[in-house]
């Protein structure tokens, strides 16, 4: 069974720039989940989605940062426009439900110059 | 105070011993708890998920859970150099809530 998956592994944008995150599940689990490490700081949820619901984006830093799931398959994490301090290390988890064990993506390396 | 604290690292232990890991969490609501194991540039890698109070052994892996203490704690018996890494507690609430990390290194 493939894991979770995230493209790309490494992004190096300037300020102001778009940049696109993608996460693809492991099949069959409607619930997935963004969380970020920035540098020196423990990992920090960001938001959750069962299936193409939103059920919290409490961890959302601002309005630059907007999730989709369409279709309740893959996921995409867009910043627009990125700051410096959107930098770091941002995973997806995926688990088949809310109580159950999350399994994290290898992760996207976001460097904001 | 945080929301999830881990003993201060960082922890180390020669080869074969027991590496003891603890972690106390705020949230007396949250129902389910887990042990990442996280090596230098990689993702979070699931080692033991704990449910209910007592212990859960999975090989050289024993979680112990003590809600009415708000403690988790991870053992690691008969510890190898593949051990070294940074072991993270994350308590479930809807989200996960991650403790610092403890950074084990195994001295061979």
């Known amino acids: 069974e493939a894991g979770v998956t995230q493209f790309p592994s490494h992004s190096v944008i300037e300020k102001g720039q778009t940049v696109t995150l993608r996460c693809d599940p492991i099949?069959?689990?409607?619930?997935l989940y963004w969380y970020r490490r920035v540098m020196g700081k423990e990992i920090k949820f960001l938001l959750h989605?069962?299936?193409?619901?939103?059920?919290?984006e409490s961890g959302m830093p601002n309005n630059r940062f907007l999730a989709e799931r369409t279709g309740g398959t893959y996921s995409t994490l867009k910043v627009q426009p990125a700051e410096l301090e959107d930098s770091g290390v941002y995973f997806c988890?995926?688990?088949?439900?809310?109580?159950?064990?999350?399994?994290f993506g290898p992760g996207t390396r976001l460097t904001v110059t | 105070q945080k929301e999830v604290e881990q003993n201060s690292g960082p922890l180390s232990v020669p080869e074969g011993a027991i590496a003891s890991l603890n972690c106390t969490y705020s949230?007396?609501?949250?129902?389910?708890f887990f042990w990442y194991r996280q090596y230098s540039g990689k993702s979070p890698e699931l080692i033991m998920s704990?449910?209910?109070?007592g212990d859960k052994e999975d090989g050289r892996f024993t979680a112990q859970l003590n809600k009415a203490s708000q403690y988790v704690s991870l053992l690691i018996r008969d510890s190898q150099p593949s051990d070294s890494a940074t072991y993270l507690c994350?308590?479930?609430?809807?989200?996960?809530?991650f403790g610092a990390g403890t950074t084990v290194t195994v001295r061979a």
């Open positions: 988890a995926s688990s088949q439900d809310w109580l159950r064990e999350q399994y």
């Open positions: 099949s069959g689990h409607d619930n």
């Open positions: 989605f069962v299936k193409e619901s939103k059920q919290d």
């Open positions: 949230d007396r609501g949250s129902q389910s």
């Open positions: 704990i449910y209910s109070n």
């Open positions: 994350a308590v479930n609430d809807y989200k996960l809530s």
